[in-house]
């Protein structure tokens, strides 16, 4: 026997099992459908994880696993400054300004 606790006026809102075979209920925006019936259940649960899941739970991994400061990049232009040889082009700032300024006003 089963008691509903969302009964209407006048009901008595108790339902046996033999009655109501399938008792849907509403579980963080998902339907889900339960059988209500006097039988035993197995006790497996089985889940799909989607491949859009996969793929991003496999981006996530290679992004842990990439270092955030590229060492070699850093020692390269560390040495360059120390030695007088890093330039900075002036046309070139220019330039990747502009092309920032237009790419953002354009979206």
């Known amino acids: 026997m089963k008691i509903n606790p969302n009964i209407a006026a006048g009901s008595t809102g108790i339902q046996s099992a033999e009655t109501k075979k399938t008792d849907k209920t509403k579980l963080n925006g998902y339907e889900k459908s339960e059988s209500t019936s006097t039988s035993a259940s197995t006790g497996s649960a089985n889940a799909e994880i989607s491949s859009r899941a996969k793929d991003m739970a496999k981006a996530k991994q290679v992004a842990a696993d990439t270092p955030d400061v590229r060492e070699a990049k850093i020692a390269a ?29 354009g979206a």
């Open 77 to 105: 232009l560390r040495e360059q400054i120390q030695n007088k040889k890093y330039n900075v082009s002036a046309d070139a700032i220019a330039d990747k300004l502009v092309d920032d300024h237009i790419r953002l006003a």
